[in-house]
T-cell receptor, first 115, second 109 residues
Framework: SAVISQKPSRDICQRGTSLTIQCQVD?????MFWYRQQPGQSLTLIAT?????????ESGFVIDKFPISRPNLTFSTLTVSNMSPEDSSIYLC????????????FGSGTRLTVV | SQQGEEDPQALSIQEGENATMNCSYK?????LQWYRQNSGRGLVHLIL?????REKHSGRLRVTLDTSKKSSSLLITASRAADTASYFC?????????FGKGTRLSVIA
């Protein structure tokens, strides 16, 4: 299965600033996803990162707040823009196979605290 | 996307006992997946059972699937303190996986 390197592992940021999270995969993958896990909650899907085109966002998430890039089949970034304390969460990237015939692989997560 | 609903929400057992978690879902699936999450870390894929399978084993894990009842169960036998984690089921169709609230398992040494 794929190996994911997600950076940074944690950060403390001032409100109003932005943070970009990187996700590097050791092999080409079809599907890449970004999830958010708020304190004490389950994972919520933010968007599907599409290679070479705009990401597909889930209800409640918008590109202006969470711009996503995916320039190739092994790399993606998620930016959390104009942060507020409510954005304090763990952000996780994940990769999967087309048709979901195998399980997803998750990065180790980025623990973001906004002060 | 559809999410599974895990039951119970929390489970506390003694080391060596078996732990059973259940998952229900609403619509037809290609497969159903189980994941584990240790505190504050990424999810780890445990096992995938296809819609035409009824039971699957992997080490101390046993998963069953009943598509007529739209339910699945995960059994962890001879539990260890290291099994303490949250467990999530993910019914899989043709859309990205979504996750329910999970079952928080505590194994007491």
């Amino acid at each position: 299965s794929a190996v994911i390197s997600q950076k940074p592992s944690r950060d403390i940021c001032q409100r109003g600033t932005s943070l970009t999270i990187q996700c590097q995969v050791d092999s080409q993958v079809t599907m890449m996803f970004w999830y958010r896990q708020q304190p004490g909650q389950s994972l919520t899907l933010i968007a599907t990162a599409n290679q070479g085109s705009e990401a597909t966002y889930e209800s409640g998430f918008v590109i202006d707040k969470f711009p996503i890039s995916r320039p190739n089949l092994t790399f993606s970034t998620l930016t959390v823009s104009n942060m507020s304390p409510e954005d304090s969460s763990i952000y996780l990237c994940s990769v999967g196979t087309s048709g979901q015939s195998e399980g997803y692989t998750f990065g180790s997560g980025t623990r973001l605290t906004v002060v | 996307s559809q999410q599974g609903e895990e039951d119970p929400q929390a489970l506390s057992i003694q080391e060596g006992e078996n732990a059973t978690m259940n998952c229900s879902y609403k619509t037809s699936i290609n497969n159903l997946q189980w994941y584990r999450q240790n505190s504050g870390r990424g999810l780890v894929h445990l096992i995938l059972i296809r819609s035409n399978e009824r039971e699957k084993h992997s080490g101390r894990l046993r998963v069953t699937l009943d598509t007529s009842k739209k339910s699945s169960s995960l059994l962890i036998t001879a539990s260890r303190a290291a099994d303490t984690a949250s467990y999530f089921c993910a019914p899989s169709g043709n859309t990205p996986l979504v996750f329910g609230k999970g079952t928080r398992l505590s194994v007491i040494a």
